[in-house]
């Protein structure tokens, strides 16, 4: 089965996805909370409020602190996400979640994920090229998903330099705070308005 992910530019977003017909969460679905990116920014508070958001679909939460390195190679949270029928990996430093997650355990386990939630700036590193948030480079990410170049909102200037250093060879998808984008396998739509897409310069359609 392909895998599914759903990259949306907030909580609220992502929750308004899940709970329409576009993709089907089961009642009572094992969710899984990925918190490394939010490390600098509170990853207990941040996997309360994927399990509150949640309780809508009466989902299992749990969160795991994958913070560094170490617990990134842990064989317990590997395994937890990838027998959950959700995996929510929660906005944040995704500088540092690409640090922690690259070549490790937990790593693969989200590479293979049947069903991957990204929140806001998180998403980036999932492609094969991710953007820097430091100032808009293209830069490498971790390869879990294919097709487009995930984005998040930024100053106009920035995103004009992204687009440049892309060129016309990359699909830019900017996600921002109410959007949404689902992939299955490298296919993408947009099922929340609030996405830009752009070749180069040139606005276009998934």
């Known amino acids: 089965m392909e895998r599914t992910t759903l990259a949306a530019g907030s909580l609220s977003a992502a929750l308004a996805v899940l709970t329409s017909s576009q993709v089907t969460v089961p009642r009572g679905a094992d969710v899984v909370v990925v918190t490394t990116a939010a490390a600098f920014t509170g990853a207990t508070r941040a996997a309360v409020e994927v399990a509150e958001?949640?309780?809508?679909?009466?989902?299992r939460v749990e969160g795991v602190m994958v913070l560094d390195r170490a617990s990134s190679a842990?064989?317990?949270f590997a395994q937890r996400i990838a027998d959950a029928d959700v995996a929510v990996l929660t906005d944040g430093s995704a500088l540092h979640a690409r640090a922690v997650w690259r070549d490790t355990p937990v790593g693969?386990?989200?590479d293979g994920a049947s069903l991957v939630v990204a929140i806001g700036s998180v998403a980036t590193v999932l492609g094969n090229v991710m953007i820097d948030p430091r100032g808009g480079a293209p830069t490498?990410?971790?390869?879990?998903?294919?097709?487009v170049v995930l984005g998040f909102a930024a100053p106009p200037a920035q995103l004009a330099r992204t687009r440049d250093l892309l060129g016309a060879d990359e699909t830019f998808v900017v996600v921002e705070s109410d959007g949404a984008v689902l992939g299955v396998g490298a296919a993408w739509r947009v099922v929340r308005p609030g996405v830009v897409v752009t070749r180069g310069a040139v606005v276009?359609?998934?």
């Open 74 to 76: 842990e064989p317990y």
């Open 140 to 147: 490498v990410g971790l390869g879990y998903r294919s097709g």
């Open 53 to 59: 958001a949640f309780g809508e679909l009466e989902a």
């Open 108 to 110: 693969a386990a989200i």
């Open 204 to 206: 276009v359609e998934l």
